[in-house]
């Protein structure tokens, strides 16, 4: 049995305004992967504690490209932005209202940590040549925001818990983003909203960290705020980045947010919201994507070249994702090309370790060429090796585990991602 699925969409976020994209800054910060800056460096006071011995690794490439005033007005926002209230913040006459704008993308872009500032609901206003400014909190007061902090740390804690020290930053950046996967279910109603470009009031938190690791749920902007903080405690540089996605089945394009991580002195996009599939239900013949329950984890979006996101993400900044040494698909030996005797073997060993270790078996394969080609001699009716693969598999594990006549597989034939979802035995 073959089927399709129903791509799902990613979150929508509007609220960056998409004058300034700072690629220049971006590029030079992660293209190079040691010239970071960060919070201690620059004597900001980090709002959050992390577990003892952790090395942090705070990335600020936004605040590199602006100028020198539009940087102390920057600074001044920082150390300000934990006065919960309306108090207004005066940049005074130093700047035009352009470079306010600027400003206060860059700051919301850097600054993952400060989860209790709502995004482009600012109140901002010119005086004469004079600039005033009063950003929009999640938390009505101060004690309540105290009470978010000690939350947020703990949460942190745990998922850096998960980490061990013999851990190279692939396998970190691995674990904690299918951590974050598992404990983050995408806001669907969120998207909605924006796309339909309704108010947001009530959902604010969807479009921060707080949203994504406090409360469980997040649009696009909450999931990549997420991975700055977990892989930035983790000491692994990692920046958010704004531009289109593109639904390859209706050619709709929409805002979206993902990440740029520095693994090994080498830049890869991530795009952990797009990673997480939810739950899909086989209806009229389509496998289709629910979003509710179980979450299944793809990896399609992880350590990607800019050629690569390009086919369904446009318009970002940064292009410097050159090198495919840290691709998940690369790294975890799962690209095909022959599907000869070797690539048979080492099929046959990840649907083995799917049996005995995860509940979702979910595998996915990269097909630089001919992907079409590889897919069919995979899922031949007659005798196509997936199936003969699932049987080995069976064998290994001493027990059925796995239907061995039925998958449910496809293909994206631009990106060469084949996808197999095996259906366990218990499954009807």
């Not at 709502?118 to 005033?132: C, I, K, R």
């Not at 960290?209 to 999931?223: D, M």
């Not at 405690?233 to 993902?258: E, K, M, N, Q, V």
């Not at 329950?293 to 050629?307: A, K, L, M, P, V």
Request: charged share 25%.
């Amino acid at each position: 049995m073959i089927a399709k699925r129903e791509k799902g969409h990613c979150a929508l976020f509007l609220f960056v305004k998409k004058g300034l994209l700072l690629a220049a800054a971006l590029g030079i910060l992660l293209c190079s992967g040691c010239g970071n800056s960060s919070v201690s460096s620059l004597q900001w006071r980090f709002p959050l504690h992390l577990p003892a011995g952790s090395e942090p690794v705070w990335t600020k490439p936004y605040y590199e490209g602006l100028n020198d005033e539009q940087k102390e007005a920057y600074r001044e926002i920082y150390q300000l932005s934990d006065r919960l209230g309306t108090e207004t913040i005066s940049l005074g006459n130093r700047l035009s209202a352009g470079e306010v704008r600027e400003v206060l993308e860059a700051y919301y872009k850097d600054t993952p940590e400060h989860f209790w500032i709502v995004e482009g609901m600012e109140t901002f206003w010119m005086e004469g040549d004079n600039a005033f400014l009063e950003l929009r909190y999640l938390f009505a007061d101060e004690a309540s925001r105290s009470r978010a902090v000690d939350q947020m740390e703990a949460v942190l804690d745990r998922a850096l818990a998960s980490l061990r020290s013999n851990m190279d930053d692939f396998t970190k950046e691995l674990t904690l983003h299918d951590w974050l996967i598992e404990q983050c279910v995408y806001d669907r109603e969120a998207y909605e909203t924006v796309l339909e470009e309704r108010p947001i009031q009530g959902m604010e938190a969807s479009f921060s960290a707080w949203g994504a690791l406090v409360e469980g749920k997040a649009a696009c902007a909450g999931y990549a705020r997420a991975m700055q903080l977990l892989l930035g405690a983790a000491g692994i540089p990692c920046s958010y980045l704004s531009g289109t996605g593109i639904d390859p089945d209706t050619g709709r394009s929409f805002t979206h947010a993902w990440n740029v991580v520095t693994i090994e002195g080498k830049s890869y996009h991530l795009d952990s919201t797009w990673n997480d599939q939810g739950t899909w239900l086989v209806q009229d013949g389509q496998y289709r994507f629910s979003g509710e329950g179980e979450h299944y984890i793809s990896h399609r979006y992880f350590n990607q070249t800019d050629r690569q996101m390009a086919l369904d993400h446009q318009d970002f900044a940064f292009q410097g994702c050159n090198s495919t040494d840290a691709n998940y698909f690369v790294r975890q030996g799962l690209v095909v090309s022959r599907l000869d005797e070797a690539e048979q073997a080492a099929l046959v060993e990840r649907l083995t370790r799917i049996g005995m270790e995860q509940e979702q078996p979910l595998l996915e394969l990269w097909a630089p060429k001919e992907v079409q080609t590889l897919f069919d001699k995979l899922v031949h009716p007659e005798d196509g090796m997936l199936y003969q693969c699932l049987k080995a598999a069976n064998q290994q594990m001493r027990k059925k585990v796995f239907q061995e006549g039925q998958a449910v597989a496809w293909y994206q034939e631009e990106s060469g991602i084949i996808t197999i979802r095996a259906l366990y035995e218990e499954e009807e």
